[in-house]
C-alpha cells in the first residue's frame, strides 16, 4: 500500500448499511466488500489493528417503520438484526483475503455468531484478527454511531473512523447548497454546539468526555483508509478535543 509507517495502531472503522450498498438501492455489493476488505487486509499486514461497527440501512431502518406505526423498539431490534447480515457478509469478505475474522454480537445469536465480551474482542484484536461488531449496543433507541463511539473506547482504539459518501463534514447539505463549506478540523464541542449531523449528540458526548478523535471521510475513494491511518494527505474532517493547555 505504502512505504510510510501506520500513525494509528488501533482503529475503529463505523461503517454505515449504506455505504455497502454500491450503485445499488438496496442490498449488499459484492464489489464494495471485496474492495473494502482488501483495505483491511493493507492495514492488518501493516499491523494495524481493526475494529468494524457496521450499520443496516441497507437493508432495514426501524425509524421509519416506527413513524409509520410500528412500535420503536420493535424496529430498532429489526434494525439491529440487519447489522447481523451485514457484519456476516463482511467477515465473509475478509476471509476471502486471508484474514482471520470475528463477528461479534450485542444480541445473543449463538448459532450465528460470538456474544460482544471486551476482553475476548481485544484478544482477538491483539492475535491479529478483525473484530467486526454487530447488533449497536444491543438496545433500542440508541444509533450504531453510539454503539461505534463505545466500543472505540472500550477497545482502546486511537480514532474512530466515520466512513461517509461525502468528504468530511460541512456546514450545510453540500448537495443541497452549493455555497456549503467544508471543515478540515473541528473540536467535539463546535460539533455539539453547531448541531452539525454528523453523529448524534450520544456518540459525540461519549468521544469528546473520552478524547477520542473522530475522522469523517469519503469511503468512496478507494484506498482513503489506508491513506488516513498512514498519515497521508489530510482526508474528510477531523474532529478532536482542540489545543490542550500548557499546564496538561
Known sequence: MTSSPPIYRRILLKLSGEA???????????????????????????????????????????V??????????????????????????????????????????????????????????IRHLDKGRVVVLAAGTGNPFFT?????????????AEILLKATKVDGIYSADPAREDSAQRYTHLTHDEVIDSRLQVMDTTAMVLCRDNDMPIRVFNVQRAGEIGRIVHGIGDAGTLVDSGPKDKGQ
Open 64 to 121: 421509519g417503520l416506527s413513524g409509520r406505526g410500528m412500535d420503536r423498539v420493535t424496529g430498532d431490534q429489526m434494525g439491529m438484526l440487519s447489522t447481523v447480515i451485514n457484519a456476516l457478509a463482511l467477515q465473509d469478505a475478509l476471509e476471502k483475503t486471508g484474514l482471520t475474522a470475528r463477528v461479534m454480537s450485542a444480541l445473543r445469536i449463538n448459532e450465528v455468531c460470538e456474544d460482544y465480551i471486551r476482553r475476548r474482542a
Open 144 to 156: 450504531t454511531d453510539s454503539a461505534a463511539s463505545l466500543r472505540a473506547v472500550e477497545v482502546g
Open 20 to 62: 455497502l450498498l454500491g450503485g445499488s438501492e438496496f442490498g449488499i455489493s459484492g464489489d464494495v466488500l471485496a474492495r473494502l476488505a482488501d483495505e483491511i487486509a493493507g492495514l492488518v499486514a501493516n499491523g494495524v489493528g481493526v475494529t468494524l461497527v457496521v450499520g443496516g440501512g441497507n437493508i432495514f431502518r426501524g
